[in-house]
């Protein structure tokens, strides 16, 4: 039997469509965020990322109640919005960065 990818289409036949765009990975990035509330860092992505162009992607983790992310221009800026009474006050994050519509 043949391997590889087939796509087909809403039809139900084969399509092969030289126009599909493709998602790369471009970045990853990771750290630490420290702190019960106020612990703030700022990531600067370079190659011409610009969010807001829906050129780009990103894929932060982990999906943290306290963990916030703000992506502006060429900047993912990360919060951890952990109050000190919470039972941890410290936040793993990565984030990898995707071109889109290559």
Same mark, same amino acid.
């Given at each position: 039997?043949?391997?590889?990818?087939?796509?087909?289409?809403?039809?139900?036949?084969?399509?092969?469509?030289?126009?599909?765009?493709?998602?790369?990975?471009?970045?990853?990035?990771?750290?630490?965020?420290?702190?019960?509330? %106020?612990?703030?860092? #700022? @990531? =600067?992505?370079?190659?011409?990322?610009?969010? !807001?162009? /829906?050129?780009?992607? $990103?894929?932060?983790?982990?999906?943290?109640?306290?963990?916030?992310?703000? %992506?502006?221009?060429? #900047? @993912? =800026?990360?919060?951890?919005?952990?109050?000190? !009474?919470? /039972?941890?006050?410290? $936040?793993?994050?990565?984030?990898?960065?995707?071109?889109?519509?290559?």
């Amino acid at each position: 039997m043949p391997s590889g990818i087939r796509v087909w289409s809403s039809s139900g036949g084969l399509r092969l469509d030289p126009g599909d765009k493709q998602v790369m990975h471009y970045a990853f990035y990771s750290g630490t965020l420290t702190g019960g509330g %106020s612990a703030t860092t #700022t @990531v =600067t992505i370079g190659g011409g990322y610009d969010i !807001t162009s /829906g050129d780009w992607g $990103i894929d932060v983790t982990p999906v943290d109640y306290y963990l916030e992310a703000v %992506s502006t221009s060429n #900047t @993912v =800026t990360l919060t951890n919005k952990n109050p000190s !009474t919470a /039972g941890y006050s410290s $936040i793993f994050w990565r984030i990898n960065v995707f071109k889109l519509n290559q």
